[in-house]
């Protein structure tokens, strides 16, 4: 149902933009957000959206990172710019979706992101 995409290797201070489309029998999308998982740590919430427009960031990345949403494509984005190298992680998408008459929360498969010279 979320298919993320936009990972890569990137230099500290660099910049990325991560993606993710829900797809499929869905009827209506709540919130959306990004996780991550560094090695050997918990997964942890980045950023949220919710369909009205309200906005929450980790403190880490508060004023680097820009999540924003296209409702009309079901799609969630995440800006990264001046990352540093402790952002290095899985990043996953997350949502609240409307399918089947009923709401779920859906992952999406990660894409990894690695912060180094």
């Known amino acids: 149902q979320l298919q993320a995409s ?8 660099g910049s990325l933009r ?7 029998s ?31 960031y980790e403190d880490s990345v508060e004023g680097r ?8 494509k079901n799609t969630v984005y995440l800006q990264m710019n001046n990352l ?4 290095t992680a899985v990043y996953y998408c997350n949502a609240d979706l409307w399918v089947g008459g009923r709401w779920g929360n859906y992952w ?7 912060v180094s010279s």
Do not use: H
């Open 84 to 87: 540093e190298p402790e952002d």
């Open 26 to 56: 869905i009827n209506s999308i709540d919130v959306m957000g990004w996780y991550r998982q560094a090695p050997g740590k918990q997964r942890e919430l980045v950023a949220r959206t919710t369909r009205g427009g309200t906005i929450s």
């Open 18 to 24: 991560l993606s993710c489309a829900a797809s499929g």
């Open 108 to 114: 999406g498969q990660g894409t990894l992101v690695t």
């Open 6 to 13: 936009g990972g890569g290797l990137v230099q500290p201070g």
């Open 65 to 72: 990172f820009t999540i924003s949403r296209d409702n009309a």
